[in-house]
Antibody
């Protein structure tokens, strides 16, 4: 069974940084592209980063470039998201998502909550 | 950026009745490989989104056949032939051709 377990969400002050983690199990992690998707309270879904299976290529929407860094450690079956200069509008649940191919995700974790507030 | 527009944004359905959700993209989602990168997800209350339909009309593993998808180019539709209580939640269309973007979501509730 595919399992994706996120951690690292916290209450952070504006301007701070945070590193989110996702531990994968139940599949060969190194075979899959992975994505981070966030959902602000009462809002829709927004993709924030995507990383190829070997970590060689990463993709971000223009609005996320510069503050978000996605990485992975295939030996540990783990995915990471580093966020810098956090703002109130970064407050959201961050989901770790498995991609079965470009543009298609089939499995989601339960999410980790990031709250940015003073 | 590709913009995805869903309608309606909310839907109240009597159990056993059909329901339909429209999704329009600002650009064609047809890839040069012949596939159309339009997928549908359902987020049930308190849960993470789950994949329902991929590539416009293919049901994901375990998805009941009362769910169907259709469309091409920029216009797509998700249909539920007979709504059941377990179908409540928010339905999202998502384009996966240029990075990925989601529609605003359509909230389905039972009358």
């Amino acid at each position: 069974e595919v399992q994706l377990v996120e951690s690292g969400g916290d209450l952070v002050q504006p301007g701070g940084s945070l590193r989110l983690s996702c531990e994968a199990s139940g599949f060969t992690f190194s075979d899959y592209w992975m994505t981070w998707v966030r959902q602000a309270p009462g809002r829709g879904l927004e993709c924030v980063a995507l990383i190829m299976s070997d970590g060689s290529n990463k993709y971000y929407p223009d609005s996320m470039k510069g503050r978000f860094t996605v990485s992975r450690d295939n030996a540990k079956s783990s995915l990471y998201l580093q966020i810098h200069s956090l703002r109130a509008d970064d407050t959201a649940i961050y989901y770790c998502v498995r991609d079965v191919r470009w543009g298609m995700s089939d499995s989601w974790g339960q999410g980790t909550l990031v709250t940015v507030s003073s | 950026d590709i913009v995805m527009t869903q309608s309606p944004l909310s839907l109240s359905v009597t159990p056993g009745q059909p329901a339909s959700i429209s999704c329009k993209s600002s650009q064609s989602l047809l890839h040069t490989d012949g596939q159309t990168y339009l997928h549908w997800y359902l987020q049930k209350p308190g849960q993470s989104p789950q994949l329902l339909i991929f590539d416009v009309s293919k049901r994901f593993s375990g998805v009941p056949d009362r769910f169907s998808g259709s469309g091409s180019g920029t216009d797509f539709t998700l249909r539920i032939s007979r709504v059941e209580a377990e179908d409540v939640g928010i339905y999202y269309c998502m384009q996966g051709l240029y990075f990925r973007t989601f529609g605003q979501g359509t909230k389905v509730e039972i009358k």
